[in-house]
């Protein structure tokens, strides 16, 4: 019933930037907390960052201070401004909302495609 595409992904160099975003459409009766995750080749995925509707925050260590996670909730929309870009950053990296779609009965987590970035040296 949630639909969540992302776009905004490619290649950067080294200290460049990049911005996510991922909006989520369909039947829509509410939207909690929504974030970004990543997973790089032989590695679990992991949260990245996440923000709830009210904007409070959370990231992973290593991202801290290098990337900010905001979102508008009248167009049901999360970003992952992405700056100071490493070679370590680079995965695929997913799109996630806890919400509520028209036939659910309480809150899921919904997932969009992923979308690769990928930082060069």
């Known amino acids: 019933q949630v639909q969540l595409v992302e776009s905004g992904g490619g290649l950067v160099q080294a200290g460049g930037s990049l911005r996510l975003s991922c909006r989520a459409s369909?039947?829509?009766?509410?939207?909690?907390?929504m974030g970004w995750y990543r997973q790089a080749p032989g590695k679990e995925r992991e949260l990245v960052a996440a923000v709830t509707r009210g904007g409070t925050t959370d990231y992973l260590d290593s991202v801290k201070g290098r990337f900010t996670c905001s979102r508008d909730n009248a167009r049901n929309t999360v970003y992952l401004q992405m700056n100071s870009l490493k070679p370590e950053d680079t995965a695929v990296y997913y799109c996630n909302a806890n919400a509520r779609g028209l036939y659910d009965t309480s809150s899921r987590d919904y997932w969009g495609q992923g979308t690769q970035v990928a930082v060069s040296s």
């Open positions: 369909g039947i829509i009766y509410s939207i909690n907390a």
